[in-house]
Each structure stands twice: as structure tokens, then as C-alpha cells.
């Protein structure tokens, strides 16, 4: 097998631009401005590089490295953007999500599947069970997020509730850094050792680049809230005196 072949995932395929002819169709009653819209085929185009391009090949195949980039993009930064692009005029009319609940099923989802046994399966059942491994990360990721984009959630709130989900998710990666041997056996059986990394520096350059992407997305979010967190205060405080 080619690692730089294209996997041209049918579901990925099919799903990316049903989706986005459903968005279209959408955003003719609920208009959105050109931001959102943006966010919505950022998020696609996401969806589309960790599924069809050699980076789904190199993930399945070949480097537990790209497979956990390619997690932490369907579970953390294409469900943010996709909740971006939803208009708050559809976002009113759709069930709430509360905050904590979400949460938690996001980091539970996180941390099972990441689970030594279950992540090995998944990699062998690729049709089947690791289908459903994505659909879940992306599922929850977008509950996770809905909260601090569309929630009545403070500023204040929703900088500790963006900060949480980094200190939820952040263990996985660290261990992986730290841990001695590989965790996961599928990729001891690589087709071949890619770029010439043994399977333990390929789980260390895992855990360290899993926890940077991480920490990408969730900071830039917290830095954000935190900011408008003082902002609100300091106009208060002008309001007041």
C-alpha cells in the first residue's frame, strides 16, 4: 500500500456535500453572514483533509501521530467550526444543550475510545467501528461547543468551561508522551516504519502533538472569553461609577 494514496472515503464523500446542500438550503431562512458561512466550509474542508487525503492513509495505516492530529480535528476543531457557521436565529429554535453534560460526555467519549483495547479494534473493523468512532467524536464535539457558542453561559463560564475540556482531554496525550512502551499494538504491525520512527518515538511526537493541537484550539476559545470576561467587568465598573 502507497501511504500518499488518497483513501477517497465514499462517506466522506457523500456526507460533506449532503451536508453542506442541507447548510445552503438552511441560511436562505435563517441568513448568515459571510464568517459563518466561512467557518461552515472551513469545517467541510476539515472533515474532507483528515478523510480522503494520504492523511487518512498515514492515520489507518502506518502512524498512531497522524491518526491522533486527525482525532483531534473531528472531535475539537471541525465540530467548533461547524457550530460557528449555524445562524443564532436556527440555534434559538433547537434544543438546548446544557453545559455540563455535554462536557462530560464529550471527555467519557474522548477517553474511552482512546482506551487500549477498544482503539485497536476500531483501527481493525475500519469500515464499520471506526466509522462510528468518528461519528461520535464529531457528534460530541459538536455538543461540547454549542454551549459556549450558542449557551447563556458568562464570559467567566465559558472560559472555565473551555479551560476544563483542555485539563479532561490533556491526560491522554501527556501519557502517551511519558509512557515507555507502545499502548497500542496495531501499529506494531505497520506496513512499514514511515519516515523512520520507531513505534515509541511515533507515540511520543502522539502524545506531545495531540496535546498541542488541543491546546490550539482550546486556549485560543479561553483567551477569548477571558478577554471579554475583564472587558464586561471594566464596563460595570465604568457603569457604576
Known amino acids: 500500500m502507497d501511504p500518499y494514496s488518497w483513501s477517497w472515503n465514499p462517506e466522506a464523500l ?43 492513509t498515514i492515520s489507518l495505516h502506518y502512524l498512531l501521530s497522524v491518526h491522533l492530529i486527525q482525532n483531534v480535528v473531528l472531535a475539537e476543531w471541525a465540530p467548533l467550526l461547524f457550530v460557528l457557521a449555524i445562524p443564532p436565529s436556527l440555534a434559538k429554535g433547537l434544543p438546548r444543550v446544557p453545559a455540563i453534560p455535554a462536557l462530560l460526555l464529550w471527555a467519557v467519549n474522548y477517553g474511552v475510545w482512546h482506551l487500549p483495547w477498544l482503539y485497536d479494534t476500531a483501527l ?43 485539563l479532561l482531554a ?11 512502551d507502545p499502548i497500542y499494538d496495531f501499529y506494531l504491525d505497520a506496513p512499514q516504519r514511515l519516515w523512520g520512527l520507531s513505534p515509541i518515538l511515533d507515540q511520543e511526537i502522539a502524545g506531545v502533538a495531540m496535546a498541542a493541537a488541543e491546546a490550539i484550539v482550546f486556549f485560543a476559545a479561553f483567551a477569548y472569553f477571558f478577554a471579554r470576561f475583564f472587558a464586561e467587568q471594566d464596563a460595570v465598573q465604568d457603569d457604576a461609577a
Open 14 to 56: 457523500a456526507l460533506v456535500p449532503a451536508l453542506t446542500i442541507g447548510y445552503l438550503w438552511t441560511i436562505r431562512r435563517h441568513p448568515a453572514p459571510r464568517w459563518r458561512i466561512a467557518c461552515w466550509f472551513a469545517s467541510m474542508a476539515l472533515i474532507w483533509a483528515v478523510s480522503i487525503t494520504p492523511i487518512d
Open 124 to 166: 481493525r473493523h475500519q469500515h464499520t467501528l471506526l466509522h462510528l468512532e468518528h461519528a461520535m467524536y464529531f457528534t460530541t464535539g459538536v455538543l461540547l461547543w454549542w454551549p459556549v457558542v450558542h449557551g447563556s453561559l458568562s464570559s467567566g463560564a465559558k472560559s472555565a468551561y473551555v479551560f476544563a475540556a483542555f
Open 170 to 180: 490533556s491526560p491522554i496525550g501527556l501519557m502517551m508522551a511519558l509512557v515507555p
